[in-house]
C-alpha cells in the first residue's frame, strides 16, 4: 500500500503579485524550489494563512534569488499581494519507506529568504502552544 505523505513545504512565503491575465499556475523564485526539491510544472498546493483558501496548481521557476511568488491566472482570485502562504508538495510512499521519511522545509523571511537550509519537520515544537 501506497499512502500519500508531505514530501516538502515552502513555510510563510508571501505574495509579491498577482497575475490574473497569465494562463495559470504558481511562480515561486528557483532558489526556493531547488532548496525544497520542488520541480518545474510538478503539482502543490498553496494554503493562504490570510483569507484560508487552499488551492492546486503547478510550481513554476522564477528569477533566481528574486523572492518572487506570484499568483497566475485564475489563482490570482485566490489570494493577494502581501498575503502569507505555505506550498505544499506531496508524494506517495510505500509503507517501509515511511518510516525514514522526513519532508523537506524551508522557511522564509518576510522577503522569501531562505532562514533554514531545509530542515526537517520540527513536530510539536514547531506548533503554537494553545494555553
Not at 8 to 24: D, F, N, P, Q, S
Not at 97 to 113: L, M, Q, S, T
Amino acid at each position: 500500500m501506497f499512502r500519500q505523505m508531505l514530501r516538502a513545504k515552502i513555510h510563510r512565503a508571501t505574495v509579491t503579485e498577482a497575475c490574473l491575465e497569465y494562463e495559470g499556475s504558481l511562480t515561486v523564485d528557483e532558489d526556493l524550489l531547488e532548496a525544497a526539491g520542488i520541480l518545474p510544472y510538478e503539482a502543490v498546493v498553496i494554503s493562504d494563512l490570510n483569507n484560508g483558501e487552499r488551492f492546486m496548481t503547478y510550481a513554476m521557476a522564477g528569477k533566481r534569488g528574486s523572492g518572487e511568488i506570484v499568483l497566475n491566472g485564475p489563482t490570482a482570485r485566490k489570494g493577494a499581494v502581501g498575503d502569507q502562504v505555505i506550498i505544499f508538495c506531496y508524494e506517495y510512499y510505500a509503507e517501509d519507506e515511511i518510516k525514514r521519511h522526513v519532508p523537506k522545509i524551508i522557511r522564509v523571511d518576510g522577503k522569501n529568504r531562505i532562514v533554514n537550509g531545509g530542515t526537517p519537520q520540527a513536530g510539536n515544537k514547531s506548533r503554537p502552544q494553545r494555553s
